[in-house]
């Protein structure tokens, strides 16, 4: 397990272009916190780190945004406004699985039981002070510094 404290937004985003040297595509990221703990934020930082051009941003009402990369799509999934299972598999979740794709599941506390057990797994905690925040990075292989 790998533990970041990040002091800013900026530090945050860096964490994730950090982590995103860790990733294959096939890989599935499970992201956990609660509100404004900065998942986006390291989304965009993974994002960056792998080449995707352009703004990302939070999924929250399209549910799924989809970026072009080299090898092939950063899907970055977003389940806090999701309401069961049902819209769960409407939404086709496990397509999503595959070896062109990188998955970026932000509050995937709701769909853990249907993500591949090999997986990372990124918690978000806020800190001590207002911008502080503990991440902690698990997962099938050991995360990139």
């Known amino acids: 397990m790998r533990r970041i404290v990040s002091l800013s937004a900026e530090e945050t985003e860096a964490a994730g272009r950090g ?3 860790s990733l294959r595509p096939g890989d ?3 992201l956990t916190g609660t509100l404004g703990s900065g998942k986006t934020r390291f989304v965009a930082g993974v994002c960056g780190g792998l080449g995707v051009r352009g703004h990302v941003t939070s999924p929250t009402f399209t549910l799924i945004n989809e970026y072009p990369a080299e090898f092939g799509v950063v899907a970055h999934i977003d389940m806090y406004r999701i309401n069961g299972m049902k819209e769960v598999a409407d939404l086709g979740l496990e397509e999503y699985f595959n070896s062109r794709c990188i998955c970026l599941i932000e509050w995937a506390e709701t769909v853990l039981d249907m993500l591949p057990p090999a997986r990372f797994h990124v918690s978000f905690a806020h800190g001590g002070s207002e911008s502080e925040r503990t991440i902690q990075i698990e997962g099938p292989r050991e995360p990139a510094e």
């Open 19 to 21: 982590f995103a040297g």
């Open 28 to 30: 599935v990221v499970a």
